[in-house]
């Protein structure tokens, strides 16, 4: 049963990305543009909102990216002259 552990670590994940409300991220991601020197209501500091936001979501993406085939279904076999992934080929 290898999906279990999968499910575990997304749900594990899944609570942990929930710490924080929306509007805490947006402070901090405020807190964050002003100490860069970026004043309210500019569009310096709506750019670099956006540019947090981005920012953000582009780390979750890689970290999804990173966990290659191995992660989800196990190590590549060889068999005969191929090596296949741990999932089926037909």
């Given at each position: ?26 402070a ?41 085939d ?21």
């Open positions: 049963m290898r999906i279990l552990p999968v499910f575990s670590i997304l749900a594990i994940a899944f609570v942990l990305s929930s710490c924080q409300t929306p509007e805490e991220v947006r901090a991601d405020e807190a964050r543009c002003s100490s860069y020197g970026f004043r309210h209501g500019t569009e310096s500091f709506a750019n670099c909102l956006m540019n947090q936001d981005l920012s953000r979501r582009a780390d979750q993406r890689a970290f999804l990216e990173s966990n290659d191995d992660f989800f279904w196990g190590p590549s076999v060889y068999v005969g002259p191929r090596y296949y992934g741990g999932h089926r080929h037909h």
